[in-house]
């Protein structure tokens, strides 16, 4: 698991929501929160990028993620079906 800087800012983020809604609700809800948002969040944009990956199946190799260019990966070097 890669821990990117957007991942960091999610962290960050959340963080802060978490000590505002401590001044509303009691920390247990507030922290509760805050980890159902995070894990929320995570399985969005995993979710996203899985679409992302879809839609753009038509020009991305399916073994190594890579542009296809001419019908053929540069990578693997295979004639796309
Ligand atoms: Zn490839």
């Known amino acids: ?3 990117e800087r957007r ?3 999610l962290i960050v983020g959340v963080f802060c929501v978490m000590i505002g809604l401590m001044a ?17 969040i995570k399985s969005f944009v995993k979710w996203r990028k899985k679409q992302i990956r879809k839609a753009l199946g038509e020009s991305i190799c399916a073994s190594c993620g890579s542009k296809i260019v001419e019908n053929k990966c540069p990578i693997c070097d295979t004639t796309k079906v």
Not at 29 to 34: C, S
């Open 7 to 9: 991942e960091i800012l």
């Open 24 to 40: 509303f609700l009691a920390p247990i809800f507030a922290v509760a929160i805050a980890v159902v948002t995070y894990f929320g």
């Open 1 to 3: 698991m890669t821990f």
